[in-house]
């Protein structure tokens, strides 16, 4: 995953991210898997990402105000980058996600378990500094994500969603192909 590092904003972001001083707090998402494919498509690494994601799990403060906070934090320290910048508390999740997805979902447990539910499982994937090391949290593994290989999360059912993250990335990097079958189009009868 030292790819990912190639993009001088992770690297700065991965380096930075113990001055926020959150709890389990990880890089994670487009930042991470777009650098990969923006380097294997011959791009420059930073092409085209349009925000960095940071997550971290504080069960001890739920609230928004809170969670605002911490991101208008991140942007002030990490401002130099010029980049945007989504933090999110992850031990919120299941306080907004019935409303946004229309089911619910369990309290999670630490911020990985947020990373388990990306849409597309070759793009769940998190990197943090651990006691000087480059810690990687990848819970489907790297394969796919580096053969360009897009496959609904098993963890997690939300067809139309999936399909448009899809239809982006392919927009994007038009030599992405999916494991699973495009759905069809309805037939109609000759009348």
Request: net charge negative.
């Amino acid at each position: 995953m030292q790819d990912a590092l190639r993009n001088p904003c992770n690297q700065a972001l991965l380096d930075g991210l113990a001055d926020l001083h959150l709890p389990d707090a990880w890089l994670v998402g487009g930042c991470l898997f777009q650098t990969v494919w923006n380097l294997l498509d011959g791009r420059s690494p930073d092409a085209g990402i349009r925000d960095y994601d940071i997550f971290y799990f504080d069960p001890k403060d739920l609230s928004d105000h809170s969670e605002q906070a911490v991101n208008r934090q991140a942007q002030a320290l990490f401002s130099s980058l010029g980049v945007q910048l989504d933090v999110r508390n992850q031990a919120r999740v299941h306080l907004w996600y019935p409303t946004y997805f229309g089911r619910p979902c369990p309290p999670l447990q630490n911020a990985c378990e947020g990373v388990d539910r990306f849409l597309v499982g070759s793009t769940s994937v998190g990197l943090r500094r651990e006691a000087g090391h480059v810690q990687i949290y990848a819970p489907y593994g790297l394969d796919d994500m580096y053969r360009g290989i897009l496959s609904p999360n098993p963890r997690v059912d939300h067809g139309l969603l999936y399909e448009n993250k899809v239809l982006d990335y392919q927009t994007r990097w038009n030599w992405l192909r999916r494991s699973d079958p495009a759905p069809r189009a309805a037939a109609f009868p000759d009348l």
